[in-house]
């Protein structure tokens, strides 16, 4: 057996010993480098640009502004494209713009000699704008009328949403009703996150040549068969007239999810016929001018018996879009979706959400996709009340708990199986839970002790909402071996890896005789849509078994002519040819390969390819519990212990699986504490650089302890389930409410930084007040 | 890459000060971890920089004169600081205070004169400096003169350095050390790789019954535009009980600072951090001291 094995990272030594290329290592000598003039207001329109002075700076090539590019509009994220127009994505992006939309949007590009002569370029273009007000805030922009952002979108409202659930027979007649009736106990509240950023270390970069009237682009992406595409649209050619070049990247989470600065380039190097352009964005620019996560408000409503069982719940979220569409929509309504969906209302739920355009950085796909918001806002009305109406929160929880079996009413998306109560319990053995609740009750003194909780759940992969395909291809080596190419991308996450165990596990090959492609070339890769929605191990691990399966048939075919016997006789087991009644070894495949590539009788070079279109989803699971210590004075936190329990199914790769929890929660920790995208009243990022963006750095994690809870999913390829995303969900929640019970204070808003907490306690008279 | 007009490696102080009034408009680049930043960000792009980074030989070391003055060469890194046998016999506070800038290389880079001489608030030795009363050692093309550090800061990125000076020696008086403990603390959103929201150094001197404070110095960073000590809040401590000064200290400092309203932090929380890390600085400071806590 591969799958399920701890394999080292088949990637570990080349990543180790700096032998690993990524796209910054690969730009081929002599080169031009390119660099984006950046608007410096954040809603208007650019009158004239004048780069005359910019022009006779030495070394520069090519500047060209927003009055240069084709009248194009494109869509950016990183969706499977739709042959229904009705469902294709959102085209409001052209390469370079005169109307400008936030703070940082792109006017102007430079093509020099190298990068002084680039930003000295920049330095000396001039702009004239026509400025319009400034609008940051979604409710102001849906009904402070104006200049509306986009044509097409004359109330800045990109899409709204009303969902309300089926209702029983009861005396109800809308979920409103049940919110209002004063035999329930009533819950209202507002939570509020905060936008953030990514933080892949690798800068988002790209380098374009053109060769035999083709366009080239390399890129650090998630996605690249969507960026061909892209850039096709962007430009108005032919697709196959683009070729996309994947190596290894340093980190995506989402941001890489969307098409960013690839069309530019591409467009870029034919303005200058075709020379090897590189685009490589500051940090400051990653910040600025890339995606980020969404900071969603959500108004709750919920009733709850006497007995605690929840009987109905309303939530109305507002999601901030920023300047442009990118994924848009689809991460609030993923958000109130699994609002609804985690827990189960006796009467009904009532979800409203609605994604409006402002004149802020677009954010677009994070880890989560709109799920650590959603998740914090759920968690925390959970606890809420749970306080309010004196029930045990994990008790309140598990009572009202999406069962198995459950069928969302509106996607179908079913509960195929759950080990969530399994680990609830493991997660609260872990930390203590009931001890501890006890232990930290009715505290008082500056520094105080408190224990949180939070649960989630998240689909695997993007069906039905959006198609779900993926292709692999094996090919045998004259030695035995086989080459797996893929479309899904290694992003850091360890992909490459667990392909290379599922392959090996469906062919009958120990690990080490698959060689995984690990570039992708969009004109030699397999199509796939690439990393996101946690989907890979499940949609491309099922293209890989198909795959596996027909490779290992073909190769038992050749086998049966080999050795005169019937295929059905024979297996692969590590890696030979056996019987397959009695086990023994009848064939090696190095001499299977060799017969197969080398034979005057019959020469077939063995390969299989197949596609596997995915018309199903399921739900992962999990929880987190935390532990603080709230020095009340000084506003800080600090976690003491916290442990993620995920079921994802069966795991794939233990070892990667522990890597994977780990970094998301590192990840949730940041989103619950200190990390926050600031903007001043003109929309201009203020804290855009990793100094003044408080990522928490090594010295600022606890021990992140990640257990599991295996369940066999029976849609999974190999029982697995999603796991890339989950890990981020639930860390800021059980922080905050173990914050909540250390303090009696309950922040509704992220991220709980010092100086949020020191004001909150002010309030609650915990500082400055009798006990101050 | 970096957009430097030129650089002149300098070969010895005189020579450095002859290169700056050579080229007035040049800048001094020791260990780079500032100018380098802001040749990044474009505000220094362009600009001429002598290097004083080879004049180690003159300018780093720390050593104890024979009147047991602690004197302390600019170049010193924070980790020379931090690791000097005699700034650990002496004065153990800086080289605590040096241990909290930015992270493991930058301590490795950045040196104690370049944060004194960028003049900024934020500068994690400086306060404790102030409370120390540093006397610093310039030489320009007019020789060699002793500025107290109370005269050093003239506003914000603005220090007492004339045309062509350079700082050659930070000077710590064993008067000035001798008897005293100190504890400095910084306070920022991260443990490591931060600027601090507010910094905080406090020294005592104790009576010998251990029961009183003698005297005290108390300096903040990030508290005003540039580091400063409260010289009312120290003169209000001396001849108090340790018990007492503990009482009184933090709504003593609070008065005295005037942090301001930022984006990175509000001027309501930096007032209380004020408060309540005045009183912790002072507890632990009187406990290194020997007081019974």
Redesign the interface.
Known sequence: MEVGKRLSRVDAPDKVTGRAKYTGDLVPRPHLVAKVLHSTIANGRVKAIRTGKAQAIPGVVKIVTCFDVPDIQFPTPGHPWSVEKAHQDVSDRRLLTDRVRFYGDDIAAVVAEDEISAARALGAIEVDYEEYPVVTDPEVSMTAGGESIHAECPDNVLASMDVRTPMPESDFKTVEEVLDCPSYHQFRGHYQTQQVQHCHIESALSYAYMESGRIVVVSSTQIPHIVRRVIGQALGIPWGDVRVIKPYIGGGFGNKQDVLYEPLNAYLSKAVGGRCVKLELTREEVFQCTRSRHAISFDVAAAVDGDGNLMARSVRALSNQGAYASHGHAIVANAVTAFRQLYQDQLGCHAQARTVYTNLPSPGAMRGYGIPQSNFALESMMEDIARAFDLDPYEFRLQNLMPPGYVDPFNGITCHSTALRECMAKGAQFIGWKALREKYQNQTGPVRRGVGMAVFSYKTGVWPISLETAAARMVLNQDGSVQLQLGATEIGQGGDTVFTQMAAESIGFPADRVHIVSTQDTDTAPFDTGAYASRQTYVTGMAIKDTGALFKSKLLDYAAELLERGAGELDVRNGEIVDAGTGQELLKLHDLAQEAFYSFRHSVHIAAECTHQCKDNTFAFGCCFAEVEVDIPLGRVTVLRVVNVHDSGRLINPQLAEAQVHGGMSMGLGYALSEEMKFDEKGRLLNGNLLDYKLPTAMDHPELTALFVESDDPTGPFGNKALGEPPAIPVAPAVRNAILQATGVAVNTLPLSPQRLVEEFTKAGLIGGKEG | ?Y?IGNIYSAKSVPDAISALQADPTALVIAGGTDVLIKIRE?KY??RNLVSIHELRQELEGVSLSSDGDVEIGPLTTFRGCTYSEVIRATVPVLGQAADTAG?PQLRAAGTLGGNLCNGITSADTASTQMALGAILRVQGPGGVREIPIDEWYQGVGKVALGPAELLVKIIIPKSHYEGWTGHYIK?A???????A?LGVSCLVKLSPDKQTVSDLRLAFGVAGPVPFRCTQAEQDMAGLSVAEAARQIGPAARKEVNPRDS????R??RL??AQ??SQRAFLEAARKGGAAL
């Not at chain 2, 984006?263 to 509000?266: H, M, Y």
């Open positions: 890459m957009d474009g792009a362009g992270g306070y959103m991260r443990n490591a790789m931060d600027i929201t984006w990175r932090a509000s309501a929380f209380q951090l309540e890390l």
